[in-house]
């Protein structure tokens, strides 16, 4: 399974616009590239997952250059509520793959009023 | 649709017990799989079950044990309970079809003293 990077932690107001990115050098042809939000004592929830090019949700939008070796959460005007640790994990979707999700770190980041 | 419910929330055990968990996922999800989260090492995968098999399992010692009954729902297992147990377990659900979009449950706090 593919390596991520991303930054430990970062802070932002309120209002603004947040943008998260994740390395991963090492991506598979099979690979997809998803994020998820954690809030502190609850599970992980699902955000948004692209394959390259751009993707939007209601949510966030999913930036993929054309390499695919890093990917870029961009959370619109954040609010505090949006306070919460972000994961990119790189994985395939396919049905012969080894099941599991591989979480790194995260980044813990801190909307700020 | 409701979504993964994981019984019970709170748990407080001694070291040497054993203590089942229980995960109720999406309804017509057939895949569940088990999290562990900790401090200091995160969020790790223990196992995955589909149409009550296991299919993929984590680095976990054999204390740690599943199953999945014929109506999806599963069930997680620690025997000899050991105080680097207490963490939040957590549930995922998905379909076979979409397994990086994965639902979590709100977790079981264990507390081992």
């Known amino acids: 399974l593919a390596k991520t990077t991303q930054p430990i932690s970062m802070d932002s107001y309120e209002g603004q616009e947040v943008n998260i990115t994740c390395s991963h050098n090492?991506?598979?042809?099979?690979?997809?590239i998803t994020w998820y939000q954690q809030f502190p004592s609850q599970g992980p929830r699902f955000i948004i997952q692209?394959?390259?090019t751009k993707v939007t949700n209601e949510v966030a939008s999913l930036f993929i250059p054309a390499d695919r070796k890093s990917s870029t959460l961009s959370l619109p005007r954040v609010s505090l509520s949006d306070t919460a640790v972000y994961y990119c994990?790189?994985?395939?979707?396919?049905?012969?793959?080894?099941?599991?999700?591989?979480f790194g770190s995260g980044t813990q980041l801190t909307v700020l009023p | 649709k409701a979504g993964v419910t994981q019984t019970p929330r709170y748990l407080i055990k001694t070291r040497g017990q054993q203590v089942t968990l229980s995960c109720s996922p999406i309804?017509?999800?057939?895949?569940v799989s088990w999290y562990q989260q900790t401090p200091g090492q995160g969020l790790q995968f223990l196992f995955e079950?589909?149409?009550?098999?296991?299919?993929n399992k984590g680095n976990f010692p054999g204390r740690f044990s599943g199953r999945q009954f014929s109506n999806s729902r599963s069930e997680m297992n620690v025997s000899t309970l050991e105080l680097g147990d207490s963490a939040l377990y957590l549930c995922?659900?998905?379909?076979?079809?979409?397994?990086?979009?994965?639902?979590f449950g709100q977790g079981t706090r264990l507390t081992v003293v």
């Open positions: 079950y589909f149409s009550e098999t296991q299919r």
């Open positions: 309804s017509g999800h057939r895949s």
């Open positions: 090492n991506i598979a042809t099979n690979d997809y």
């Open positions: 995922a659900s998905s379909t076979d079809r979409a397994y990086t979009e994965a639902f």
């Open positions: 692209g394959y390259k």
């Open positions: 994990l790189v994985g395939s979707i396919s049905s012969g793959s080894a099941r599991q999700l591989t």
